[in-house]
């Protein structure tokens, strides 16, 4: 494990110290800030159950910070417990699927295009019933009751505790979702109903599956929630216990029991936030180099900017808020291969780096040493690798630079250089400069950005729909579409003075009638830390 961090006179100077943890796939980190500062950081070896390893960080951290637990007000934490679960096809709840459109979308059905892995501890429970609206909020086909309640009665009969219910066109109007869940809640007390217009954007089959996997999530989400609660209460913090979104904002505990499916990919997200809060930019790339990959993102007014396509989550299409990251097998450990060209990974030793590369008296010759041995970086014993061939060494390097500078290129949005932030302990890869970087900035902190951008996190609100404009103004409608997102953010739990509207987009729609506009709106503000007794916010 390691710690560092400044003493207990500078720590008590700061109020309303909060506590970020993200859970990687080899480390844990966590941090403790005061304000904007940063009073100490530690990372401690990811454990299997997860919550064995934020334990033994927080006690690491408070320990060094000389900080006591009721001083901390807030502890956020992005986890992967959940991405976990979908990629390995474990811990899923099986869920019943349930599509309100017909007579329509009955040549493709619900899962039709899953995995069958992934399909297969679902159970296929599909059920095609009768409602759904147009895209301009006319009636598709009436909502039938008794239809509904007989597929209740067969979901009781099978023993399901989730249901997924997606009706065509929800984001537009929700009334045929929200009524069906009435139903289905009175004829299945206790079950769990995910509702797809509150997960996902426009386009019905990426909006039903990520619907159908937050509802197989759900109850792995409860077992962890109580699980992060209890590894929190064991080092006696009384504080609120926030989880990290796909979005860079915070949602609850309680919150993450009913959309898990929100904190998919929140390690790269936090990432971002990070390197922006570290940077003190909200417009660059980032590049967060780790032990065996590489993410790189773009940040557009201080959040990672959305992908606007499908983004596939092992192998299932969806539509839900997800950042745009390009990820390469490139990282510290990965390994290098003499030849006529230097190859570096994309496979990689991973954990067990500071066993098997040269510089930690290992026999295999990876990224870390290159970087050792061309002087970027004092990691392990230097005098391990100063017989490397100097021109494998810079050939190697050279390597290193030209496929981070080739992933920025393909990240930009124009041709023109533009600043790269690196953070990740792997970011000693990289020297000074990097082709078509306008600088190339490597701030203090930057091994545990990922935490940071945790800890620095705030509520967000967003809108993304279907507008029609036939009987409303442009301006009318962005209004409308603005006040939704800040009630939303407020709603969760922001304050409503610190709410301030980050994203404004419109697109629109001249392939449907009705002079239809898709507007999307984030809002973001600030939470009210708990009080004395650490009570979470309302």
């Known amino acids: 494990m390691t710690v560092s961090g400044q003493c207990r006179v500078q720590a008590t100077e700061e109020s309303h110290l909060r506590v ?14 005061g304000g904007r500062r940063v009073l100490a950081e530690a990372k401690a070896p990811t454990t299997v159950d997860v919550t064995g390893g934020i334990v033994s960080v927080l006690g690491a951290l408070l320990g060094h910070a000389g900080v006591e637990p009721g001083e901390v007000r807030a502890v956020m934490i992005g986890t992967t417990h959940f991405t976990n679960a979908v990629i390995e096809a474990r811990n899923l709840l099986p869920t019943a699927a ?7 979308t009955q040549g493709l059905p619900p899962m039709v295009d899953w995995p069958r892995c992934l399909r297969r501890p679902l159970g296929g429970h599909v059920y095609l019933c009768h409602g759904g609206h147009e895209f301009d909020g006319r009636e598709l086909s009436p909502l039938d009751a008794e239809e509904l309640r007989r597929v209740a009665a067969d979901i009781a009969a099978k023993g399901l505790r989730s249901i997924a219910i997606c009706s065509v066109f929800s984001p537009v109007n929700d009334e045929c979702e929200q009524r069906a869940a009435e139903i289905l809640a009175a ?45 929190v209460a064991q080092l006696r913090i009384t504080a609120p216990v926030w989880l990290s979104q796909n979005d860079g904002t915070l949602m609850s505990v309680e919150a993450a029991q009913r959309y898990p499916v929100a904190t998919l990919a929140c390690g790269p997200t936090n990432s971002l936030r990070g390197a922006a809060f570290l940077s003190d930019l909200s417009d660059c790339i980032v590049v967060d180099m780790g032990g065996t990959t590489t993410d790189i993102g773009m940040l557009r007014h201080g959040f990672p900017r959305p992908a606007s396509v499908a983004v596939e989550i092992a192998g299932v299409r969806t539509n839900f808020r997800m950042p745009e990251v390009s990820s390469w097998g490139l990282g510290g450990g990965s390994l290098v291969r003499e030849g006529a060209e230097v190859s570096i990974g994309p496979d990689s030793v991973g954990y067990e780096l500071t066993s098997r590369a040269l510089v930690f008296g290992g026999d295999t010759m990876t990224a870390t040493d290159l970087a050792v041995a061309g002087g970027r970086a004092v990691i392990g014993d230097p005098g391990r690798v100063a017989g490397l061939d100097p021109d494998l060494i810079r050939r190697g390097l050279e390597r290193i630079e030209q496929t981070i500078a080739e992933a920025v290129n393909r990240m930009k949005m124009t041709p023109e250089p533009v600043p790269v932030v690196v953070v990740g302990g792997g970011s000693v890869l990289l020297g000074e400069r990097l082709p078509g970087a306008s600088e190339l900035i490597k701030p203090d902190h930057f091994a545990v950005a990922n935490a940071i951008g945790a800890a620095i996190a705030q509520v967000g609100g967003e809108v993304d729909r279907i507008f029609s404009l ?12 603005r006040q939704e997102a800040v009630d939303r953010a407020v709603a969760s739990g922001a304050t409503r003075v610190s709410v301030q509207v980050v994203e404004v987009e419109d697109v629109p729609l001249s392939y449907l009638p009705g002079n239809a506009t898709r507007v999307r709106v984030k809002a973001v503000g600030d939470f009210e830390l708990g009080g004395d007794d650490g009570a979470a916010p309302r």
């Open 470 to 481: 036939h009987h409303q103004s442009r301006d009318q409608v962005l209004e409308q579409a």
């Open 20 to 33: 970020g943890i993200d859970v990687g796939g080899t480390n844990t980190d966590a941090v403790l800030m």
């Open 98 to 104: 349930v599509r309100l459109g017909l007579p329509a």
């Open 187 to 231: 004829e299945l007390p206790g079950v769990a109903i995910s509702r797809s217009h509150e997960i996902g954007r426009v386009g019905l089959l990426e909006r039903e599956n990520a619907t159908i996997i937050n509802a197989c999530l759900r109850d792995l989400a409860a077992r962890i929630v109580d699980a992060l609660r209890t590894a």
